[in-house]
């Protein structure tokens, strides 16, 4: 999801830009239906709870293993090259929302992130935070991503500024991620690991359907706060860890099914940021009211339709020339990061 010059690779596989577009789609359908979700729509919550099993933390763990080693001006550009979205599209979102209601924009809380843009920030965090993990032993490493998870949501949480939260929250993923490029690790081809994926997918969505009534819709963004559960510490933490459990089976499911060759929507995973960032102020308008709440069967499926069109419309060429300023802002590094004094190792 992250721009060139912050995730750099020897050549293009289209194998990982194929998983980035088919995880970016899912993102906007996610969020196009979220308020269908919200109103009870059952076909529409099943649907919500299966895309967020894995679509984050398979985006999370992609991320981890496309993460290329820092050098001080790598590490530069990736906190410009996030940061300054970040804070682009946070008063976007925070003037567009006061527009709907009729109010002042709040720009007062730019370090509490708006809805999608936790993302940026977790991502800064955790490939600044990559060496240490690589440096640890494996098991103790994933271990210790999955003990901060966890006791990260005690209680009230550690809140969401800095999105503290979300970056706690999937942290275990990225670490995964980590560890399996450094392993060189790739997706069985076989078929009968394709069989095992896709019944695991088909699997999961009939599982959330007989027990969707048990826990609510908001566990499914790792970083809850065990408040936000009707159970105490003990309760929540376990449905962390069975989250996180599922989370990881259903993520190794998609990249194993993902499609290996270039097809005409593999761009879209190259430009997967911006339909990451954009989708949100398209979606913003329609979210507030009850546009999208009010809807039957019919109805969520023609959002889904809807949905993919609108991410295959965000990454094509007209949006990426109207937009590259605020999502790729690479004249910011060009500003703000020193030059490098050598040649970047890969």
Do not use: C
Not at 9 to 21: F, G, L
Not at 64 to 80: C, E, F, K, N, P
Not at 124 to 137: D, E, F, K, N
């Amino acid at each position: 999801m992250s721009s060139n010059e912050v995730t750099v690779v020897r050549e293009r596989d289209p194998y990982w830009d194929n998983a980035k577009a088919i995880l970016v789609t899912l993102v906007v359908v996610g969020h196009a239906i979220q308020p269908a979700a919200a109103h009870e729509q059952v076909g529409a919550d099943v649907l919500y709870r299966w895309i967020y099993l894995f679509h984050m933390p398979a985006f999370v763990l992609v991320g981890g293993y496309l993460s290329a080693s820092l050098t001080r001006r790598r590490a530069g550009l990736l906190a410009v090259g996030l940061v300054v979205p970040y804070l682009i599209f946070q008063v976007a979102q925070a003037v567009e929302r006061a527009v709907i209601d009729g109010e002042q924009p709040d720009l007062t809380r730019l370090l509490v992130p708006r809805w999608t843009l936790w993302f940026l920030v977790a991502m800064v965090l955790w490939r600044l935070s990559a060496p240490l993990w690589l440096a640890l032993r494996p098991t103790v490493a994933v271990v210790g991503a999955v003990a901060l998870a966890v006791v990260a949501g005690l209680g009230s949480g550690v809140g969401h500024a800095l999105a503290l939260d979300d970056t706690l929250g999937y942290l275990p993923f990225f670490v995964g991620g980590l560890l399996l490029r450094e392993r060189g690790w790739r997706p069985p081809a076989t078929t009968s690991a394709r069989w095992l994926a896709a019944g695991a997918l088909v699997l999961a969505p009939v599982v959330i359907a007989l027990t969707r009534d048990s826990y609510s819709r908001s566990v499914h963004q790792l970083g809850f706060a065990a408040t936000a559960t009707d159970d105490g510490n003990l309760s929540a933490s376990a449905l962390r860890l069975l989250l996180l459990g599922a989370g990881a089976v259903l993520t190794l499911a998609v990249l194993v099914l993902v499609p290996r060759g270039g097809h005409a929507w593999t761009s879209v995973g190259r430009w997967s940021l911006y339909v990451y960032l954009l989708h949100a102020l398209v979606l913003i308008p329609f979210r507030e009211g009850e546009r999208l709440g009010q809807v039957g069967a019919l109805g969520v499926v023609v959002v889904v339709v809807l949905s993919v069109a609108l991410t295959l419309v965000l990454a094509s060429r007209p949006a990426r020339v109207l937009t590259w300023w605020a999502v790729e802002p690479t004249w910011t590094g060009r500003l703000l990061v020193r030059p490098s004094e050598g040649p970047e190792p890969r």
